[in-house]
């Protein structure tokens, strides 16, 4: 792809790229101009905003299989497929919520502990304090007698 010149026109690039691996289209957008399609009222720039997504975004079929009675050799493969997949996005959220809940325990336990962490170590600050006053007082009353 050639580079524009200086006095050619800008333009916006949407080019679609298959990747061999997943078999997906995925849209690519660059922008070469900043201030390209801002109008200065966000209503209407996210309505284009919106537009261009939509048009320039494929729509992924997952149901590959036609309308048909029979079935074909290859449908119940694409079935197994759609069904592992499928069961692999369950497990995936499964284990995320397991994650999140772990998580969640976890963190009350610890703002527990901390607690009662804080309230030991008030606890033996003040009796150090108490200790400390015990101390001076007791200092200062035999200063004072001998004095």
């Not at 033996?124 to 035999?142: L, M």
């Amino acid at each position: 792809m050639s580079r524009p010149t200086k006095n050619a026109p800008v333009v916006n690039e949407a080019k679609v790229v298959t990747f061999d691996s997943t078999q997906q289209q995925v849209a690519v957008y660059t922008k070469r101009d900043p201030n390209e399609g801002r109008t200065g009222d966000p209503v209407k720039d996210l309505e284009a905003k919106l537009t261009y997504i939509t048009e320039a975004v494929p729509l992924k079929d997952t149901d590959m299989s036609g309308s048909t009675a029979g079935a074909g050799s290859g449908d119940f493969h694409q079935y197994r497929q759609a069904r592992r997949r499928e069961h692999m996005r369950l497990m995936a959220m499964h284990a995320e919520d397991k994650d999140n809940e772990d998580r969640w325990a976890f963190e009350a336990r610890q703002f527990e502990r901390d607690e009662v962490e804080a309230e030991q170590s008030e606890k033996k600050r003040n009796k150090r304090a108490a200790k400390k006053e015990k101390q001076k007082a007791k200092k200062s009353t035999k200063t004072g007698e001998g004095g």
